[in-house]
């Protein structure tokens, strides 16, 4: 499939039996007409699954349906409305097997003590993140790319996780991709009405878990600012400092550990207790994640976490420090650095 050699116009009955009598697919053909859907499609299949490794997979098997039915393929739809209908259909049947994907604020409330032992939980399904390089526009449409930001939201995708899989497909396709009630009827197999009382449902709900309001534009020069003084503090270790920039209520979770934390003094007590360090010790490098800004938080030269933050203009407000070094090699990240030199 992949070695670009055209296979002529039609089969003569020495391919493969599901290709027999069928127009046959000329590869360069297939790739040129599908290729610029796959950013969009994995951005789509994340917000179904919210895990990155599960999205890839099902961008593969949609290809790979679409590069079977890529015989009978004859425009009655856009190619971009046809792939969407294949890869929805992938991820409600993928849904039908597997957990939602969770936070830890999706499981239970805020843990009052800093000092006590936290817990591992790998088994749980955890919400992954999302580098912004994978579904960012190419374009530089500046609307768009504010658009795409504000639909990854960490917060936003783990509401949407609480939603039973077919309110999630028809809520995604209705406000985010802004189908047509019957183009999404159509899609899933059922009426208008249907769709339409769907929606009303699964929008309920969603007001009920109320996710964090959109974030500040990381360009912006406050913002920015802002971030680099909360940089800054992490490497001096100065806990005072940290504590102005985090919200009096500030949220702070570290998928895959189980508990959770509210509050600035209680994030800075959980610091100095389960993760003391000097100054020279930490390094911070700036990351982008789910449209919002974040660090790659480097401790004595080894990987230690992934914070993924929610800020307003004068403050931080949400935290996701994800405990698994795993997850830098999607964002392009060694798992190593070179000592912090005073």
């Not at 209908?85 to 957990?99: D, G, K």
């Not at 802004?178 to 309920?204: C, D, F, M, P, Y």
Request: proline share 7%.
């Amino acid at each position: 499939m992949s070695s670009g050699r055209p296979i002529g116009r039609y089969s003569k009955g020495h391919d493969s039996g599901h290709l027999k009598g069928q127009r046959m697919i000329d590869s360069d053909e297939f790739a040129a007409r599908t290729a610029p859907y796959r950013r969009e499609l994995l951005a789509h299949c994340y917000r179904m699954l919210g895990s990155v490794d599960d999205a890839e997979d099902l961008v593969q098997e949609t290809m790979l349906r679409a590069w079977r039915g890529y015989g009978d393929f004859e425009g009655r739809a856009s190619m971009r409305t046809w792939l969407y209908r294949i890869a929805t259909n992938a991820c409600l049947n993928a849904l039908e097997h597997s957990s939602r994907r969770v936070l830890p604020t999706g499981l239970s409330g805020p843990t009052g003590d800093p000092t006590q032992e936290v817990h591992f939980a790998p088994e749980v399904p955890w919400l992954q993140p999302m580098p912004d390089v994978l579904f960012a526009p190419e374009a530089a449409d500046p609307a768009a790319i504010v658009a795409a930001r504000d639909d990854m939201r960490l917060a936003l995708i783990a509401a949407w996780q609480h939603l039973p899989p077919r309110q999630r497909a028809v809520l995604i396709l209705r406000d985010v991709l802004h189908w047509k009630a019957a183009e999404v009827a159509e899609l899933i197999g059922v009426s208008v009405a249907a769709v339409n009382s769907t929606l009303q449902r699964a929008r309920a709900t969603l007001g009920e878990l109320r996710p964090d309001t959109p974030v500040a534009e990381p360009a912006d020069p406050e913002i920015r600012a802002l971030l680099d003084r909360y940089a800054a503090a992490f490497e001096a270790a100065d806990m005072d400092t940290l504590i102005t920039l985090l919200r009096s209520d500030a949220v702070w979770e570290m998928p895959p550990i189980a508990e959770w934390f509210r509050g600035n003094t209680a994030v800075v007590g959980l610091i100095r207790s389960k993760c003391p360090y000097v100054a020279g010790e930490a390094r911070m490098v700036p990351i982008a994640a789910n449209g919002q800004p974040g660090f790659a938080f480097y401790l004595r030269g080894h990987a230690q976490s992934l914070q993924i933050l929610t800020v307003t203009a004068t403050e931080i407000t949400h935290v996701v420090s994800y405990h698994d070094s795993a997850l830098f090699a999607a964002f392009g990240l060694p798992t190593s650095l070179d000592p912090v030199r005073s």
